[in-house]
T-cell receptor, first 117, second 112 residues
Framework: DTGVSQDPRHKITKRGQNVTFRCDPISEHNRLYWYRQTLGQGPEFLTYFQNEAQLEKSRLLSDRFSAERPKGSFSTLEIQRTEQGDSAMYLC???????????????FGPGTRLTVL | DAKTTQPPSMDCAEGRAANLPCNHSTISGNEYVYWYRQIHSQGPQYIIHGLKNNETNEMASLIITEDRKSSTLILPHATLRDTAVYYCIDRPYGGSQGNLIFGKGTKLSVKP
């Protein structure tokens, strides 16, 4: 399967614990995005990388959240001192930088569902 | 915040065409219309995009009005597997804006 993969698919943790999620993009894609989705809402943008550079961060990305993409391939999203409000689906997507006018279609992974007890 | 407005839900009979409307009241000249869908428990999936001409691919057709203030996604022969939440999104030309801004979308239920 050459699509976007995410690990783990499900994570249950206790409030105050740290969690880390991994995303492996499509291999030839140099852009990688993180989104968060709560029940009944559309995905909300968190941050994105072009190669290893983090180019944009949403105001939703509080100080407890950090994302990395050290070699421009896979990415990790860490949440420190989790809170119940962090319970959500965390989605990763990837795309090319070069897609022609209106291109840059984003391919999404299956997501990691986080439950904070 | 999302710039588009969509009805929260729609029903469609299996085998019939599903026509999903979207209003783009504030779309600017350099923005394309994108459609994605999200089947339950999966990540969103790209469907189609267009600027001002009607577009068709193997999944759907996209009709954009001349003033570009509204669009319609057409699934010509809906199947049960098309049951999903459908999102329309305005996005700048060339993808210079990295992220997609999703609204709540339209929940399409295809019924046998």
């Amino acid at each position: 399967d050459t699509g976007v993969s995410q690990d783990p698919r499900h994570k249950i943790t206790k409030r105050g614990q740290n969690v880390t999620f991994r995303c492996d993009p499509i291999s030839e894609h140099n852009r990688l995005y993180w989104y968060r989705q709560t029940l009944g809402q559309g995905p909300e943008f968190l941050t994105y990388f072009q190669n290893e550079a983090q180019l944009e961060k949403s105001r939703l990305l509080s100080d407890r959240f950090s994302a990395e993409r050290p070699k421009g391939s896979f990415s990790t999203l860490e949440i420190q001192r989790t809170e119940q409000g962090d319970s959500a689906m965390y989605l990763c997507a990837s795309s090319t930088q070069y897609g022609g006018p209106g291109g840059h279609e984003q391919f999404f992974g299956p997501g990691t569902r986080l439950t904070v007890l | 915040d999302a710039k588009t407005t969509q009805p929260p839900s729609m029903d469609c009979a299996e085998g019939r065409a599903a026509n999903l409307p979207c209003n783009h009241s504030t779309i600017s000249g350099n923005e394309y219309v994108y459609w994605y869908r999200q089947i339950h428990s999966q990540g969103p999936q790209y469907i189609i995009h267009g600027l001002k001409n009607n577009e068709t691919n193997e999944m759907a057709s996209l009709i954009i009005t001349e003033d570009r203030k509204s669009s319609t996604l057409i699934l010509p022969h809906a199947t049960l597997r098309d049951t999903a939440v459908y999102y329309c999104i305005d996005r700048p030309y060339g993808g210079s804006q990295g992220n997609l801004i999703f609204g709540k979308g339209t929940k399409l239920s295809v019924k046998p």
